[in-house]
């Protein structure tokens, strides 16, 4: 077809126009600020020299402290992974399905978008290196949930059941976008080192970084020349402990460098923040509730209680923000009540992100905050619990905070303006608070509880992930404990659960029951291998697995109930089933010589 010289103009205007404004978007992308969520595990508000911290050196978490916006009280959940759901979704942890570490409800449900969906859906590259602990089958794992790069270990830490056998912090093997390999190094340098190649590669894109170390958390494994200088030091309750922060703090700093290397650090917002109270940095005194007692030893910031209780010393905890390009760089207290569900909608305001009006956070944006402003906040009322157990109930260890006033378990009453550390309950003299506080906490749980129906399926028979790993970690169960981690499993640990399940297809299917996981290559009635200390950390030997006299195995799935004799020798006892397409629970049992019975710790289950 032969054009005339106007269709020849009019094309040749729409490509210029169309150039134009591919050329202004790109423009306008590149000029967004990058975003770099720093979540350090187990670390308190006190395990900060810049927090008052006399005996802890961390003098580039410091320099983030007196460079950014700072939040005295900010609040998380007492535990890890309901405090990552909730940054994750700008939601309550209860409302996103996860209120306890293990027993399948620290699996995010499906319906939740995150934080990295939000910023993939506007044109930002997005990666996460470390700790996820939100599940790792699909629909839960971070590529199901908008990262685009991945590097994690599994399950809430390493050496607990999802992650990969024997793994101790030191030349592991960990998940990098899907695929188990291997990598030399130290556990955070890792994570730290393989971020920053992730940010080179998209230096000239906007990019969302969850850099979200497995440090402090436990076991307290770290090079000695991190833990030697607090070693010997009678104030210090776990010097590997504040050795794994010592870690991380060096490793800030290179981040910091190498942003500024790369003229990024401007133009990056940059959060610093923990996800719970102190695992290991405080001790409580002789005779004293081991969680949420008065600390006799070691540093919390005048607090009382510690990771997982109710009281002020579980969930506050350092927030910093940074941001020099968008004038947040100078230390500035913010003494306003805020919360683990504020952090999603603070970055859509600063980065002006477009989300959904239907996603009704339960956070608010800190922005005006950091303006000066506090407006809406003086009577802001938060609610943080911990439920750890399969049905949440009202009350249970949660502290209700509304400015000074702190309400636990619906009973205690404290003023943190005249009494910090929560020594005397002055509920009989204010009624009227109690009864306020108790109004409003009613309300809120009418609200909310109609959420905990939604249940965390795991899907099996999926183009996504096929065959699935199932572990004993998200089993299913009214007991508080599961065996979570490999020291239960080695000491044949007795317990059992159900998986909550979804075929995604009607068809056969393979179930393999194992007790020790695929890459040990272990029969079933075998004991596992001693690893050894290592030389110059504080990594110490594991104990002999011990040995099971395994008998017989059964499962139940959907209306089949099917059992076998065990092959001693084999590393798993394999079912061939048939399987309808819908939603459905796995149970499984090992049968032993004394006829006791127990779970299989690991299932594979493959559609055929």
Known sequence: MTMNLSQTKYISLLFSVLLFASCTSQEEQKGKP??????????????????????????????????????????????????????MTGHHSNRTGVWHTVNGRSLILERETTMAQIFKENGYSTGIFGKWHLGDNYPFRPEDKGFDEVLVHGGGGIE????????????????????????????????????KKYIGENKDKPFF??????????????????????????NIPNAAFYGLIANVDENVGKLVEYLKSIELMDNTIIIFTTDNGTAAGAKMAKGEDRLDGFVGKGF?????????????????????????????????????????????????????LQASTELNFDGKSLTPLMAGNTEGFEDRIIITNSQRIENPEPWRRTALMQSNWRLINGEELYDLN??????????????EKLDEFKTAYDAWWAEISPSYQDQPYIYV???????????????????????WHQRHIRSGYRDNGYWLLKVAESGKYAVKLRRWPMETKLALNAEAPIRPAKEGTSVRASKKGK??????????????????????????????????KGQTQLKTWFTLDNEEELGAYFVIVEKL
Not at 423 to 429: P, S, T, W
Not at 464 to 479: I, R
Request: with cysteine.
């Open 418 to 431: 005249t009494d910090p550390e929560q020594r005397v309950n002055i509920a009989e003299q204010h009624p």
């Open 461 to 483: 028979g999926h183009e996504a992930e096929n065959p699935v790993k199932l572990y004993s970690h998200d089993w299913h169960t009214d007991a508080v404990a599961s065996p």
């Open 34 to 87: 990058n975003v770099i969520l720093i979540m350090v595990d187990d670390q308190g508000y006190g395990d900060l020299s810049s927090l008052g911290n006399e005996y802890i050196k961390t003098p580039n978490m410091d320099y983030l402290h007196d460079n950014s916006a700072r939040f005295t009280q900010y609040h998380v959940s007492p535990t890890c992974a309901p405090t990552r759901a909730a940054i």
């Open 547 to 580: 040995a099971l006299n395994i008998t017989a195995a059964r499962l139940a799935i959907q209306d089949l109930a099917l059992s076998k004799e065990v092959d001693s020798d084999s590393e798993y006892v394999e079912f061939e089933i048939e399987l309808e």
């Open 209 to 234: 970084c969850y850099l979200s170390t497995n440090a402090a958390h436990s076991p307290y494994f770290v090079d000695d020349k991190y833990s030697d200088p607090y070693k010997d030091n009678e």
């Open 300 to 352: 919390n910031a005048g607090m009382r209680g510690v990771k997982a209780s109710m009281y002020e010393g579980g969930h506050r905890v350092p927030l910093f923000i940074h941001w020099k390009d968008g004038g947040i760089s100078t230390g500035k207290d913010i003494d306003e009540l805020t919360a683990h569900y504020d952090i999603l909608p603070t970055l859509i305001d600063l980065c002006e």
């Open 160 to 195: 607990q059941t999802m992650d990969y056998w024997d793994n101790d912090y030191f030349d592991d093997t960990y998940i990098h976008n899907g695929k188990l390999e291997k990598f030399d190094g130290f556990c955070t340098d890792i994570w730290f080192e393989n971020a």
